[in-house]
Each structure stands twice: as structure tokens, then as C-alpha cells.
């Protein structure tokens, strides 16, 4: 680039900016928008009128070749001590919500053994969770070529 395209270049720099300044604060002005008519479809083209919701038998997705799956199985519930620590770790935090929005003292033993049953319960669930990967099966994760 010689010196005399660069100070074209900075003299058009400048220029463009003294434009910007001189040109600010004042508001653009835009041609005024033209908002297209709308156009409301033929009746030709609408189609039936119908007064209510199809019936089914008259569904084009009414195949019996279609997959339906089964309804899903109800959750099993916890029994036993599993049920007892589930219980103590939501329901121990929800009785000291409850009784400090009432504003009831609960005698001195009793958040005792409401936080050995939270604590209590917390650790059962996690010293009986399920554990990691085999560690006979290695690094791999199964995956085969």
C-alpha cells in the first residue's frame, strides 16, 4: 500500500466520521411502511364446515396397522426400611417447613430424631445404591468393532 492510498483512506475515515457526528441525535427517516391487503380465502377453498370434532372411524390416522403402545406399568413403591429412609428424606423436611410456617415449638427430642431419621435415611439410600461399572470387565465400555 503506498502512503498516498493509505492518507485516501484515513481522509475518507475521517470524513465519514464528521458525517456520524454531525448527524447525531437527529432521527432516521424511513419511507412509510405499505402493509399488504389481506385477502380472505374463497369458501371453494375452505372446505367443509364441519359442526364438531371428527370422529375417530373417520380419521385418516384410524389404520389398525399402527403401533398402540401398552400403558406403562405403575411405579413400584418402596417397602420395607427403603420406603422408611424415602419417607425421612422428604417427609422430615417438609414437617420442620410446616411447623416453622405454623410457628409450633416442637419439644426438644423430637428435630433430634427428625435429623437422625434425615441423615439416617440419606445414608441408607446411598450405601445401598447401585454400584459403578464390573470391575472384573475393565476399562471397556463393551463396545465391539
Do not use: K, N
Not at 432516521?28 to 364441519?50: K, T
Not at 418402596?78 to 409450633?104: N, T
Not at 461399572?133 to 463393551?142: L, N, V
Amino acid at each position: 500500500m503506498s502512503v498516498g492510498d493509505e492518507s485516501a483512506r484515513r481522509a475518507q475515515e475521517d470524513a465519514d466520521f464528521q458525517r456520524i457526528v454531525e448527524g447525531y441525535g437527529e432521527r432516521p427517516e424511513f419511507p412509510e411502511l405499505v402493509v399488504p391487503e389481506v385477502v380472505e380465502p374463497q369458501a371453494e377453498l375452505a372446505g367443509p364446515v364441519i359442526d364438531g370434532p371428527p370422529e375417530l372411524a373417520e380419521s385418516p390416522w384410524a389404520d389398525d396397522d399402527h403401533f398402540v403402545p401398552p400403558p406403562p406399568p405403575a411405579a413400584p413403591m418402596p417397602r420395607g426400611i427403603r420406603g422408611l429412609a424415602w419417607s425421612g428424606l422428604f417427609g422430615v423436611p417438609i414437617l420442620v417447613l410446616i411447623s416453622i410456617m405454623v410457628d409450633v415449638s416442637l419439644p426438644t427430642p423430637i428435630p433430634l430424631l427428625l435429623l437422625i431419621w434425615f441423615v439416617g435415611g440419606f445414608g441408607y439410600l446411598v450405601a445401598t445404591m447401585a454400584g459403578g461399572p464390573d470391575p472384573d470387565s475393565g476399562w471397556d465400555d463393551g463396545t465391539a468393532l
